[in-house]
């Protein structure tokens, strides 16, 4: 059921799991990890039912098990902070475990793994391509224009074919940053919380190193390698869009004090072809240290 949905709705899992995992991460930081869990455990127990009304046992499981991992694992990620860990690299560990959980979901089950490839694959056959080429037509674009879209898109729809669970890893890092970093605004002034800041985030170099090596190996491989190397691409870009999105933040705490000034710069900065230089943002800071050229050259002037 889970992984289904989330492949043919991709706005589903970031969307879902701040709404549900944010309470377990604020009660995790107020009263500790098990009274997280237990948040957790009651909202497996909600989304069971609902599985097994639409889907039987096996819906029930299915439902029970994808809600109690995406909301127990921040619960417990906010729970390691609690006990004095360092929230940027907790982050990574918690990002990493849900990737890896849903990869062994996709190699556990090859049947269902490719039932929803043929999902995905319909899905744009059937509607993303017909759809968006028919706006660009209607927005007037020209024929060659059109047809230089369509190799793109027809590109853009091999890879995600064949990388459905990288791409629903991409999700889940956007979804379980946004729950774990909300989570505990909301639960501030409990100690661990005020030591949780996203404009902090700080991401190790070998993180630099995974992202170039699986973009070189997709672009030049093939076989196995390239469809691994594949599945990796998308969340480490989304694990470092964040990373330049916490730079950005972190400057537009101190320039700007109007929050929807804020808000709107957000949203900009994650409407292409912006988010790529944000992600290029955040995927050298190990190297240059924005944060501490910009600093230095707020003092300056």
């Not at 729970?79 to 982050?91: F, H, I, P, T, Y």
């Not at 490839?117 to 020209?142: H, N």
């Not at 230089?148 to 990388?163: G, M, N, P």
């Not at 691994?228 to 470092?240: D, I, S």
């Amino acid at each position: 059921m889970g992984l289904g949905v989330v492949a043919l709705f991709p706005l589903a899992m970031p969307v879902a799991v701040p709404l549900i995992a944010v309470p377990a991460v604020r009660v995790a930081h107020r009263q500790g990890p098990g009274a997280g869990i237990v948040v957790a455990a009651a909202a497996a127990a909600v989304a069971a039912g609902l599985g097994a009304a639409g889907s039987g046992p096996g819906g029930a499981l299915a439902a029970g098990l994808v809600t109690l991992l995406a909301v127990g694992l921040p619960a417990a990620a906010a729970g390691w902070v609690r006990r004095g860990a360092d929230s940027s690299r907790v982050l990574l560990a918690l990002l990493s475990a849900g990737a890896a959980a849903i990869a062994i979901g996709a190699l556990a089950s090859p049947q269902r793994s490719r039932e929803i490839t043929r999902e995905v694959e319909a899905s744009f056959q059937e509607s993303l391509l017909p759809g968006t080429l028919e706006r660009y037509r209607t927005a007037g674009m020209k024929a060659e224009e059109i047809e230089q879209a369509r190799r793109i898109l027809e590109a853009v729809r091999r890879f995600f074919v064949k990388a459905w669970p990288g791409l629903l890893a991409s999700l889940w890092v956007v979804g379980a940053a946004a729950a774990f970093y909300t989570g505990s605004r909301l639960a501030r002034p409990a100690p661990s919380a005020e030591s949780v800041r996203f404009e902090r985030l700080r991401l190790p170099a070998v993180c630099a190193v995974a992202f170039v090596l699986a973009g070189a190996a997709a672009a030049l491989t093939s076989g196995p390698i390239r469809l691994v190397a594949g599945n990796l691409m998308p969340p480490l870009a989304a694990l470092y869009f964040l990373a330049g999105l916490s730079i950005i933040c972190g400057f537009a705490r101190k320039w700007f004090r109007v929050a929807a000034l804020r808000v709107g710069l957000y949203l900009l900065a994650a409407y292409p072809p912006m988010c790529f230089v944000v992600t290029l943002l955040g995927l050298f800071d190990w190297y240059a240290d924005f944060r501490r050229i910009g600093e230095g050259a707020t003092r300056t002037s």
